[in-house]
């Protein structure tokens, strides 16, 4: 008999240049495993080769996201008597598959039922060979579906500790599977389906959350890699940052995860596939945790320690000091520079990720505005006999180096360009996207091009600065969010830099937390904004948190404000210009770089100059609200 659902979509198959099907590797398919549609089959057989045996009882289950989607069963007449000792290991007799569908019937039904979904099979060299040469023997194509086994990825994650072997029989005991496979295909698909389950759940924290993932989740380790995995005994089930240390004490590399156990045991398993982590994993000595209260605490020690200890195997956060800034210059005819520190009393945009995107920056200011270039410091007053450079023969430069006017004009000149880095970057974005558009249509690709990059540069440095500011200049600011179980995370950020954080469990007045965090949180001495305290992708970390739904904001020192015109306002219009023009949009929605964490709205602490002990009653008495109802809805932030 069959029980079967509806096909689904044919995604296995893609064309060839032959006109046959070919398979599609797993390196080909970025689908989360959740997501996989699995049909895990089994069969019964006369013999164990399908040189000259045939198949007796098909058995399969579609599965996906852990739910069950159909099934699949027949007995199948495998044109001759089944083998005495085949009879007693399954209860499969010659007389019971008298009159049962050929395999030409029962082949191209399963076909259908299995189409668009990842094969599964215990030991599947044997349960797909069979299959092939079923397909062979009747002239039809094998479709080349993805292929799982789950004896392969067993040896991976079960070790002989657990069990002696890795038969279908003993892992469906180890992992008390609800069916009990019996030597019947049905029943054995069943208890597979359950063994599958268990193994993607030891591989899930491994970094095998996706289809392709498990192409390698079942290579060998290298021995000397094996070796290392004692590294991982005794650390804890906590979120916290984990340190490999090398043989002269020496930081290699610094990360953070939610779970340090079982990060840290991936990096000794073949799902690990990284050139670099594999000579790290080899070179270090010991690895040490530092457990966290929040994510968030953990996240700021990973860049603080990967800046104190330079590991030579984290590529990025390692030299914070080097990351530059945009200035324009305190003197008496102010020009642009960049610069690797922040002075105060004048206007900065950044930081950047490198010196090539700062210089860019500098570059679509210099389009928008004819600024000095030159690097000399000028008097008020020009020099008697100075000439002018080329700049000004072609009006890009108002000449203050030799004509009086010429100061003034160019001091109307800074006045808007400082406009421009620190409110509304109109006078830079509407030339640029302007120009954008002509290049495009004259077909002048890579001169639009470099305007869009240019552009696109200036606006991370200007929004990111935007951003920051307010920030940095906050003296003391105190959020809150609930944590899964109830309870309530609570952050303080003075300046910019992470100053403490507290977990308050459920049911708890978090009051007396908030008041002793405050009065032991560490000591943030003003920055010059708009640099922050700290590390200033710790502020992109911190912004990031507070505005993700749910944060509410506890008090904050002072208003928090930010240009209504700003920066990132005019992101979108810009890649919108830039889209029309046959152009990819610009890339600014992330104004840190490529290591930033995303952009976020800024909580609503902007207009709201309440007090602080305002605040606190506000989020106090909702949160002895919840003390009484814990199950109660967020409420909008304070």
């Known amino acids: 008999m069959h029980r079967r659902t509806p096909p689904t979509p044919r995604a296995d198959l893609v064309p060839a240049t032959t006109g046959r099907p070919v398979q599609v590797t797993l390196d080909d398919i970025g689908t989360p495993l959740h997501d996989v549609t699995f049909v895990v089959v089994d069969l019964e057989t006369t013999g164990g080769s399908p040189a000259g045996s045939a198949i007796t009882e098909v058995g399969a289950v579609k599965v996906r996201g852990g739910e069950v989607l159909g099934e699949f069963q027949t007995l199948v007449d495998p044109g001759g008597p089944i083998p005495a000792q085949i009879q007693v290991l ?67 994650v079960v070790t002989r500790d657990e069990a002696p072997n890795h038969k279908l029989s003993t892992l469906a005991g180890l ?50 890699v094996r070796r290392k995995r004692t590294l991982a005994d005794g650390l804890p089930d906590a979120p916290g940052v984990y340190l490999f240390v090398g043989p002269k004490d020496e930081v290699l590399y610094v990360g953070t995860s939610t779970s340090l156990r079982t990060r840290v045991r991936s990096y000794f398993t073949a799902a690990e596939k990284r050139s670099r982590m594999r000579e790290m994993v080899r070179v270090a000595e010991r690895v040490t945790p530092v457990v966290c209260a929040t994510p968030l ?44 520190d922040v002075r105060p009393g004048t206007a900065h945009i950044g930081p ?40 000004a023969e072609i009006g890009r430069c108002s000449a203050p180096c030799v004509r009086p006017e010429g100061v003034t004009e160019h001091a109307a000149t800074v006045d808007r360009l400082r406009a421009a880095l620190l409110g509304d970057p109109a006078a830079v974005v509407d030339p640029h996207a302007g120009r954008i558009r002509a290049l495009a ?45 109830g309870g309530w995370e609570v952050v303080l950020v003075r300046h910019g830099r992470l100053a403490g954080t507290a977990l308050v469990p459920p049911r708890t007045d978090p009051s007396p937390a908030i008041e002793s965090l405050r009065a032991t949180a560490e000591h943030v001495p003003p920055p010059v904004a708009p640099a922050p305290a700290g590390h200033p992708e710790e502020a992109d970390l911190v912004l990031a948190w507070l505005g993700r739904p749910g944060t509410r904001i506890v008090s904050v020192s002072a208003p928090w404000s ?54 606190d009653a506000r989020f106090l008495a909702d949160a002895a609200a919840r003390t009484e109802d814990p199950d109660a809805g967020a409420a909008g932030a304070a």
């Not at 005819?333 to 690797?340: D, I, M």
């Not at 995107?357 to 008697?384: I, S």
Request: charged share 25%.
């Open 90 to 156: 399954t209860g499969i007799t010659t007389a019971m598959v008298i009159g049962a569908p050929r395999i030409e019937e029962v082949l191209p039904s399963f076909l259908e039922f299995a189409r668009g979904s990842v094969l599964v099979a215990h030991n599947a060299p044997f349960d797909v060979g069979f299959l092939k040469a079923a397909a062979a023997s009747i002239g039809h194509d094998w479709p080349g579906f993805p292929v799982v086994d789950t004896v392969r990825l067993a040896r991976r």
């Open 175 to 224: 992992f008390h599977a609800t069916t009990t496979p019996e030597h019947r295909a049905l029943a054995d698909a069943r208890a597979t389906v359950d063994v599958l389950h268990a193994l993607l759940g030891r591989l899930a924290p491994l970094g095998i959350t996706h289809l392709e993932d498990l192409a390698t989740a079942a290579d060998p380790v290298p021995a000397d």
């Open 297 to 340: 605490e953990a996240q700021v020690r990973e860049l603080r320690l990967i800046a104190e200890h330079s590991p030579r195997y984290n590529r990025r956060s390692r030299s914070p000091e080097r990351m530059p800034w945009v200035r324009l210059t305190d003197e008496p005819v102010p020009r642009l520079s960049v610069v690797r």
């Open 352 to 391: 950047f990720t490198s010196r090539g995107a700062a210089q860019q920056a500098v570059e679509a200011l210099h389009d928008a505005f004819a600024v000095r270039r030159c690097t000399a410091r000028l008097p008020l007053v020009p020099a008697p006999g100075a000439s002018a450079c080329h700049l």
């Open 441 to 485: 249509e004259q077909e002048r690709y890579e001169e639009a091009g470099t305007v869009r990059d240019r552009l696109a540069a200036f606006l991370r440095g200007a929004a990111r600065a935007q951003r920051l500011a307010p920030l940095a200049a906050m003296a003391e600011l105190v959020a809150a969010r609930r944590t899964d179980t």
């Open 562 to 615: 930010s240009p209504v015109r700003s920066a990132q306002a005019r992101t979108d219009p810009a890649a919108a210009v830039a889209v029309a023009a046959g152009w990819a949009a610009l890339d600014v929605a992330h104004p840190g770089g490529e290591d930033t964490q995303g952009e976020t709205q800024e909580p609503d602490a902007t207009a709201d100059d309440a007090t602080r002990s305002e605040r």
